[in-house]
């Protein structure tokens, strides 16, 4: 991109050195070219005008009509002044509102002409008024160059009230559109843009900005997406081929006594197919000599833990270090728990530590002494692990569970533990439907579990609202007289954290009234409690002395209770519906028939509606993301933090442009197939659009690697 569009923005017509500080800070704009590539979110359609009788309550966004002023009134005093106008259009009459820049609005209207009046309608009683409209004369339409469809731009509450709204920023962006249209180079070399019948960008951007119809409008979207995802998959695939292509990566040739002593004589059971099968893959990939980068993605309950296990154990047959890294402190534990119980008795008992936040001073102290001298073979822990003064003696495999909680960054994090990168296996249960894999986890291979261990039966799901909670008591009891545990979960949001406690208290003295000692035991954890608490909560509920576990989603990820078979969700709508599924797969874990129940209020918003039942339709973790991507679209399920993506997109989506994704990438593989660097003269412009997305995170890989 020529240097012209790199000037600050504060040189722009308009700007200024006030206003630069705030869209530098609060919409991240520095430059002319990050403005130009602030793109309206959304676009107002003013192509219609409608009649005032025809509005009613349907209308929900805001609607233009074109009448005549019939007359002007004040009302109030001070703060509380209103200006109102009375306006007609031969069907109807309504009323304009201004609360606000009173007298300036007052000297720009005259009764008796027609204006052209654009807002949102409020209704009281069947009729209604408009707050604050957008309001011109009609004859002075003429002059605009396009009024038919307008952007919409993203602003803050900050920039609104320091004047820069939605239309002060398009009135930027005319400004910038007459210094920088000269500026505007494409980025598409044109065999690309005439294969795949794309504008040039110079026309995207100014239809992106000014539509000159819905078409163009369409045509100029699918572009810039384009563009995007195209952008991406080329920095992801050649960060890719880039390692598989470099020989770096530890080789685990032995199968030694430490995984065959397991597999043989510990196993507690058989490996599913598909679990042998990860296995293998894992095994074939740490023998090339190239550094492993592999998502196990698996539905909850089916067995990541023990392919995690026994590609740890085949890690030290080969005299490396392992370690598991674990999204929450109680999953930390009991991850050690678990890993520890099964490895009593071989060659890696006592080799096993977990380290967490809250690990005391001087426990840790001896557990990074063990470490350092590789008496450890396998550490497990949080966050924690990530510190610099965790030095492993020679680390060569690292799982991290719970992908989705982790971002790219702490994956390279992790690379930097051993003087070459340790093989990576991350795991996930929350299934990530194709394109959106393609895109977050491009460069890793894929491994998938589809297969659930035997003698599982499918979890019931109900939902039932909180009128009928006396039966929903009745059925915990019976469940509890089969001696069987319940657990009764309450979300916890961030936002309303206050409330949230209070209603985890509530609940919880409710139930301790219904279910009385001594017949029955409850227990509590939530997150403010300190860990050794909860240890002890979790740990009396996983030893069956209390039946009923009261908590927040802290034991979303992990919990493994075999003799839990009832998962009571209360305010269920208030879930999304992954975490909903991965509370459920709490449950069903023991051969009993395990139950979930959602409780609701009765008031249920379309969307919480469609998940609760798509909840009870299905058990289906990949159906159920699916859907889950088209209710709330990609941003929300994997925040870009969260999701480890390392850029934001500008104007693509990863739930409703799969096809776009799929075609980016086709197009990238084929070109990077015969031009892998990108170093061929008709490909400069590709590689200068690959580097826009290469960004902080991927350099330290890049680093590792060369
Ligand atoms: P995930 O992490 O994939 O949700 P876990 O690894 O926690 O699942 O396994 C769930 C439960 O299934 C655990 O109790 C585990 O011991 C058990 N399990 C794992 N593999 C098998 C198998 N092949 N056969 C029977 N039970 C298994
Ligand atoms: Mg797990």
């Known amino acids: ?30 430059t002319l070219y990050d403005l130009l590539y602030h793109f309206p979110f959304r676009y107002m359609d003013r192509t219609r005008v409608y009649r005032i009788a025809d509005i009613n309550e349907q209308f929900t966004t805001h609607v233009q009509i074109r009448a005549r002023i019939k ?51 409020t209704f009281f009683k069947g009729e209604f008024n408009m707050v604050h409209p957008e309001i011109e004369l009609t004859e002075k339409l003429a002059q605009r160059p396009n009024f038919g469809i307008q952007g919409v731009y993203s602003t803050t509450e900050k920039l609104n009230s320091s004047g820069l709204t939605s239309k002060e920023i398009y009135n930027l962006v005319c400004n910038l559109w007459q210094h920088a249209s000269a500026h505007i180079h494409e980025t598409l070399p044109d065999y690309i843009r005439n294969a795949n019948g794309l504008m040039p960008l110079k026309e995207a951007l100014y239809n992106i900005h000014f539509p000159q119809s819905p078409q163009l409008l369409a045509q100029a979207q699918y572009r810039l997406k384009f563009e995007e995802l195209f952008g991406i998959q080329l920095s992801i695939l050649s960060r890719r081929s880039k390692r598989t292509t470099m020989a770096d990566g530890f080789v685990f040739k032995r199968v030694g006594e430490n995984f065959n002593d397991f597999y043989n004589n510990r196993l507690p059971f058989q490996l599913t197919g598909a679990q042998k099968r990860v296995i293998k893959e894992i095994r074939s990939d740490t023998v090339t000599g190239h550094q492993m980068n592999r998502l196990l993605q698996g539905d909850v309950g089916s067995g990541k833990t023990l392919v995690a296990l026994m590609t740890m154990l085949l890690a030290v047959d080969n005299g490396y270090q392992s370690c598991l890294m674990a999204p929450t402190e109680l999953l930390a534990r009991q991850h050690y728990n678990s890993i520890t119980s099964m490895l009593v008795g ?16 001087k426990e840790r102290r001896g557990i990074l002494e063990r470490l350092a001298a590789g008496e450890t073979k396998i550490l497990i822990g949080t966050h924690a692990l990530l510190e610099d003064r965790v030095q492993f003696s020679n680390l060569g495999f690292v799982v991290i569970d719970e992908q989705h909680r982790f971002g790219v960054e702490q994956r390279a994090r992790m690379w930097t533990k051993n003087s070459q990168p340790p093989h990576i296996l991350v795991m996930t249960a929350t299934p990530i439907p194709r394109t959106l894999a393609m895109t977050l986890y491009g460069d890793l291979e894929v491994s998938v579990i589809d297969e659930l261990p035997p003698n599982r039966k499918p979890i019931t799901t109900r939902h039932m609202y909180d009128s009928q909670r006396l039966r929903l ?67 009396e509920f996983k030893r069956g002395v209390t039946n009923i576990l009261v908590a927040t989603s802290v034991i979303e990820v992990g919990v493994d209770v075999p003799n839990a078979s009832v998962m009571v969700i209360e305010s269920a709508e208030r879930f999304g519906l992954s975490q909903l599924h991965q509370l459920r797969g709490r ?4 051969a009993a028939q395990s139950y979930c129940i959602l409780m609701s209020g009765e008031k249920l918003s379309h969307e919480a ?41 500008k104007i693509a989506s990863l739930g409703k442009d799969g096809q776009i994704i799929e075609l980016a990438r086709r197009t990238a593989e084929k070109i990077l197939d015969q031009d892998p660097t990108l170093s061929t003269p008709n490909n400069t412009l590709l590689a200068e659009l690959r580097n826009r997305y290469v960004n902080h995170d991927n350099t330290i890989e890049y680093e590792m690697i060369s």
């Open 1 to 30: 991109m020529a240097d012209f569009l790199q000037n600050d923005i504060k040189f722009l017509t308009g700007v200024g050195e006030r206003r630069a500080a705030l869209l530098n800070k609060e919409l991240g704009i520095f």
């Open 346 to 361: 071989t060659p890696c008992e006592g080799k096993v530590d977990v380290l967490t936040g809250s690990t005391k001073t």
């Open 71 to 121: 007359g002007f009134s004040h009302q109030g005093e001070r703060a509380k002044k209103r200006f109102i106008v009375t306006v007609s259009d031969g069907s109807g009459v309504t009323e304009l509102l201004w609360f606000k820049g009173i007298k300036w609005i007052e000297k720009r209207l005259e009764i008796g002409r027609e204006y052209l009046i654009f807002g949102k309608p």
């Open 609 to 649: 509606r469609a998940r609760l039942d798509a909840m009870v339709e299905t058990n289906d973790g990949f159906q159920l993301s699916e859907l889950d991507l088209k209710l709330r679209g990609a941003g929300d399920i994997f925040g870009t933090r969260q999701s480890g993506m390392a850029f934001d997109l």
């Open 587 to 590: 449950v069903g874990r023991g």
């Open 473 to 539: 008591f009745s059925f915990m009891k019976s469940e509890i007289a089969k001696g069987r545990q319940v657990y009764v979960v309450y979300p916890l949001i961030k936002e309303s954290e206050k409330m949230d406690y209070k209603d985890l208290y509530d609940g919880f003295e409710s139930i301790c009234r219904d279910f009385p000692l001594p017949e029955y035991r409850i227990g509590v954890v939530h997150g403010k409690m300190s860990s050794e608490d909860k240890n002890v909560a979790m740990d």
